[in-house]
Every structure is written in structure tokens, then in C-alpha cells.
């Protein structure tokens, strides 16, 4: 039914090639790293696409050196609004001195657009801008309302980015559908995120002098023993929901190629991390006061406050601990049956043969932000590669056609309505 507009969008996409490759080059050359997160020049090389394709947006700027970007347009006649999301904050270069290529350098070579933040996320965050643009010059052709938010302030989880634009800018970026573009692999589109729980358990104990072990307990070796017994927290039954389960059975070699070996198996179910611990001053001395941080990743099937009960049943068998709650969220997912779904794996078969599979995910993204809200949110990217490490890369021929996937399938979505 949209033919005509989907064999025009292609062709488009086809002669912008060249640019599209020197647009994320560029992108990249605009060091963007958070933090610190001086985003104004990334920022700057976006705009300066949009600003090209004559397409409307504002800038939302709550941190004056973390600008995000805001736009939106109608089509012509009713239908779903879909947002789009991206972020165009990067890590920190990782290990600066074993990159064989200038991290900032934007290099095209080998096939491949190398450098800081290339394949998180600036690949995406680029596709996003450059179908916000084509789409914008299609508008006659579409129904509902297309909405793009580029945002600043997402590698710490900063509260300037999307979660800006969430919370007072709903109206505008919620929508009925958002489609971000993470890296991950283009054979999957991920539905769910498990959450992070995070605890912090504080032991407290006179201590003395390292000689006098029967003066007082050991708050190191409580806090040790305390870490053992949380352990307990990993062997807690699980029982997902059906999708979940379906999803992981399906996906397992997509689960393990997206997040390393063994990452299927431990989707479904608790980890913990005990990603800190301090205590103790002095070697000869005992001491009265430790803190240990604990990362629970919380599955599907599962809330946070069952968790943290468990928790606390634990930590109560330890008479000088207490228990502190640093942060928590809810393990979500969006219906992965999904029209949006749907016209993914369908433009990949179509346009890079591809078969893929809806699955859940491990990490976190801002599209978490949508699903609190009761947003459908669907991540869909490029094979994510060296991220947070030496010689992070984009691959050029693997990076256009997805983003002609993403591009056609917003298409669809805004020519069908979400009916179809
Ligand atoms: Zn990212």
C-alpha cells in the first residue's frame, strides 16, 4: 500500500550514501564524552543536518553544556505517533593509548567508521536525525506524527537527558511507540530490559586495636559473611512471563552473540554483583565500620520489592548491619508481537536478509523511560562493537542497512497505523 513511498525512500537513502558515511564520521570527530559531558559540539554537527533537510526542532537545554534536541512534525491525515530516540553522549575514551586509531579521528577506513562513541551510540543517534529528515520531506504521505528526541546525559544516567524530556516534556515525546536505536545486533529487536537494584549495607561495630579480637566483632568480616549469604538472592525461584520465557528459549544464540557466551542463561534469573566495599583503616587495626554496595539485576517475573525483602530478611540475621535502598526500578517489557515488531523483521528479511528475533536484554537503555510510562519501546541497532573499549568501530555496509531498516520501518508505521 505505501510502495511508491517506500521505493522513494530507498532511493534516497541510496544517494545519500556518501554522506550519511561523512555525517557519522563528523559526528564522531565532535568529541561528546560523559562525563564530563560537554555535548555542544555533536549537538552542532546534528543540527546541522537537520537544519539541511529544512526539518523542525527546538533545543531543550536544562544543563546549558548538554543540550538535547526536540522535533516533531504531523502527517497528513490521523493515525499513531511514533518517537524516536537516540543518544549522542559517549563513554570516556576507553584506554587511550592502545587505540591504533585516533579516537576522535573519525577515520573511514577498512570499511569502517572508527572512534569514540561510533557504535554507542552515534551511529544510531545519526540514523535517527537522518530519518527524521527524510521522513519530514515525506509528510504528505504519512499519517500520525513522527517525534525525534537526540538527547545529551545518558551514560551516567543523568537526569538531563530523556529523562528530562519524560518528565516535562511529556506530552510531547511519549507517544504510542518509540523506536531507539542502541547497538546490539541487527538480527535482534529487544522488548524488555531486566532492572538494577541497587543496596547499600552498612555494618557497624566499636572495633579496637587488631591485637584484641575478643574486644569487639569485625565489621569487614561481617560484611564478608553478609556477602556470602546474599548469594541466596541468585537462587531465588523465577517464574517468567510467558513472552519472556519464549523469547529466551528462541533466542538464546542472539542473547549469547548480543551479550556474551553463558548471557542466555542468566537472563532469567537474579545476579548480584557486589560492585563496592570499604572498610577498614589500618592493617593492625579491627575494624568497626564497613560498607559493601550490591548490584542486583532484578528479572522479569519479579518486582523490586520482593526483592529487597529478601534482601532485608538476609541482612536482618546480621544484628550490626543495616540495609539502605540506593535506587530501584521495575523489570519491564513491551509486547513483542508488536506491529512495530513486526515491520522490523520484516524490512530486515527484506533489505539485508536477515531473520530476527525479538528478545530480551540485559543492560539497560533509555528506552526504560518510555516503558515506565506504558510506552511499547523496541531497540533496534548495529552489531555493537568494541563499545567502552580500544578501537571502537562502526561497520559502513552493516550500519546502512539498518538503517534503511529503521527507516522503512518507521515508514510503515506511519503509512499503516498501528493496526497492521
Ligand atoms: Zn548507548
Not at 255 to 274: F, P, Q
Not at 294 to 312: H, K, Q, Y
Request: net charge negative; charged share 20%.
Amino acid at each position: 500500500m505505501n510502495e511508491a513511498a517506500r521505493t522513494m525512500l530507498r532511493r534516497r537513502i541510496a544517494e545519500q550514501r556518501d554522506e550519511l558515511v561523512r555525517f557519522l564520521s563528523e559526528l564522531v570527530r565532535a568529541p561528546s564524552p560523559n562525563p564530563p559531558g560537554d555535548t555542544r559540539a555533536a549537538c552542532a554537527v546534528l543540527q546541522r543536518w537537520l537544519d539541511a533537510a529544512g526539518a523542525p526542532y527546538r533545543i531543550v537545554a536544562p544543563r546549558p553544556d548538554a543540550p538535547n534536541i526536540l522535533g516533531s512534525f504531523a502527517g497528513a491525515r490521523p493515525g499513531p505517533h511514533l518517537v524516536l530516540n537516540g543518544h549522542f553522549d559517549t563513554f570516556p575514551t576507553a584506554a587511550a593509548d592502545r587505540w591504533s586509531h585516533d579516537p576522535y579521528g573519525g577515520e573511514v577506513a577498512q570499511g569502517r567508521v572508527w572512534g569514540t562513541g561510533s557504535s554507542d551510540m552515534k551511529q544510531g543517534t545519526a540514523s535517527l536525525v537522518a530519518l527524521y529528515g527524510w521522513l519530514y520531506a515525506m509528510r504528505d504521505q504519512l499519517a500520525g506524527r513522527l517525534t525525534l528526541t537526540a538527547v545529551s546525559d545518558e551514560e551516567t544516567f543523568g537526569p538531563h537527558g530523556a529523562r528530562w524530556l519524560v518528565e516535562h516534556h511529556a506530552e510531547e515525546v511519549l507517544g504510542d511507540c518509540l523506536l531507539n536505536a542502541e547497538p546490539g545486533a541487527p538480527t535482534t529487536v529487544r522488548f524488555g530490559e531486566k532492572s538494577p537494584l541497587w543496596l547499600a549495607i552498612r555494618v557497624s561495630t566499636p572495633g579496637c586495636h587488631g591485637a584484641y579480637t575478643h574486644k569487639s566483632a569485625s565489621a569487614t568480616k561481617i560484611a564478608a559473611a553478609i556477602i556470602e549469604a546474599l548469594a541466596e538472592l541468585e537462587r531465588i525461584a523465577v517464574s517468567l512471563p510467558g513472552p519472556i520465557a519464549e523469547a529466551i528459549e528462541n533466542g538464546a544464540a542472539e542473547i549469547d552473540a548480543v551479550h556474551a557466551a553463558g548471557a542466555a542463561a542468566t537472563m532469567g534469573r537474579v545476579t548480584l554483583n557486589i560492585g563496592g566495599w570499604n572498610g577498614g583503616t589500618l592493617v593492625n587495626m579491627l575494624p568497626g565500620d564497613c560498607t559493601v554496595e550490591a548490584d542486583i539485576r532484578v528479572p522479569w517475573g519479579l518486582s523490586s520489592e520482593s526483592m529487597i525483602a529478601a534482601a532485608r530478611d538476609i541482612v536482618a540475621r546480621f544484628p550490626e548491619a543495616e540495609l539502605t535502598v540506593l535506587s530501584r526500578q521495575e523489570p519491564r517489557w513491551s509486547d513483542p508481537t508488536h506491529p512495530m515488531v513486526g515491520h522490523l523483521r520484516r524490512n530486515a528479511e527484506q533489505i539485508a536478509g536477515l531473520l530476527v528475533r525479538p528478545i530480551p536484554s540485559l543492560a539497560g537503555t533509555d528506552a526504560r523511560l518510555w516503558r515506565e510510562c506504558g510506552v511499547p519501546a523496541f531497540t533496534y541497532g548495529t552489531t555493537a562493537t568494541n563499545v567502552a573499549m580500544p578501537d571502537e568501530y562502526t561497520d559502513i555496509a552493516e550500519w546502512l542497512d539498518v538503517v534503511a531498516i529503521q527507516a522503512l520501518s518507521a515508514l510503515d508505521y506511519l503509512c499503516d497505523g498501528e493496526g497492521s
